[in-house]
């Protein structure tokens, strides 16, 4: 089956350690996307990605890193130097495609916890 | 700029009544609009999407959304609320790759 997976579920980070949070996709997408989300705030951007060795920040990137060496893989860095980084961690795909038909396909999240 | 607005954060129906999830768009043009479910700790799921012709669109799970240009709305419905709706839903517009913007959610408490 065709699909978007995420690991772990659930993490748990000490202050001040790094922390990677994998995603893969074997649908053939080009686009990736990483998303967090909080209570009450929707999902907001961290970084996304259009083809391989390229990717963008979004409206939440400080504090986190990504890379994109291969098309099915998008790992999300957490660092230490995210504030806040307690929340849940959505990966998402999509063709890519210029025009409004792109569609966005969601993995199953990673929650993050800071003791 | 585009945004999407979900009325009512917090929607709460009893077992077997309508169920009406709200959400407008702001754009000249019409982009794709979409509806997604998400369970607790779970990612999100897609519900059903608008692209072209058909302004009411039929999802899985017993849901539609109709699109009305006039109102620039695409509201979700399903007629009879079942225990397992419980969820929260989010509405999306595309205008294309990196060009996702999701509305701030709806939570739906159903009520035996």
């Known amino acids: 089956d065709g699909g978007i997976t995420q690991s772990p579920k659930y993490l748990f980070r000490k202050e001040g350690q790094n922390v990677t949070l994998s995603c893969e996709q074997n649908?053939?997408?080009?686009?990736m996307y990483w998303y967090r989300q909080d209570p009450g705030q929707g999902l907001r951007l961290i970084y996304y990605?259009?083809?391989?060795?390229?990717?963008q920040k979004g409206d939440i990137a400080e504090g986190y890193s990504v890379s994109r060496e291969k098309k099915e893989s998008f790992p999300l860095t957490v660092t230490s130097a995210q504030k806040n980084p307690t929340a849940f961690y959505l990966c998402a795909s999509s063709i890519g495609l210029a025009d409004s038909t792109d569609t966005q396909y969601f993995g199953p999240g990673t929650r993050l916890t800071v003791l | 700029a585009q945004s999407v607005t979900q009325l009512g954060s917090h929607v709460s129906v009893s077992e077997g009544a309508l169920v009406l999830l709200r959400c407008n768009y702001s754009?000249?043009?019409?982009?794709?609009l979409f509806w997604y479910v998400q369970y607790p700790n779970q990612g999100l799921q897609l519900l059903l999407k608008?692209?072209?012709?058909?302004?009411l669109v039929k999802g899985i799970n017993g849901f539609e959304a109709e699109f009305k240009k006039s109102e620039t709305s695409f509201h979700l419905t399903k007629p009879s609320a079942h225990m397992s709706d419980a969820a929260e839903y989010f509405c999306?517009?595309?205008?294309?790759?990196?060009?996702?913007?999701f509305g701030s959610g709806t939570k739906l408490n159903v009520k035996p």
């Open positions: 754009s000249s043009v019409p982009p794709y």
């Open positions: 999306a517009v595309s205008r294309g790759f990196n060009k996702f913007y």
């Open positions: 990605s259009q083809i391989v060795n390229d990717f």
């Open positions: 649908l053939n997408h080009d686009a």
């Open positions: 608008y692209t072209t012709g058909a302004t």
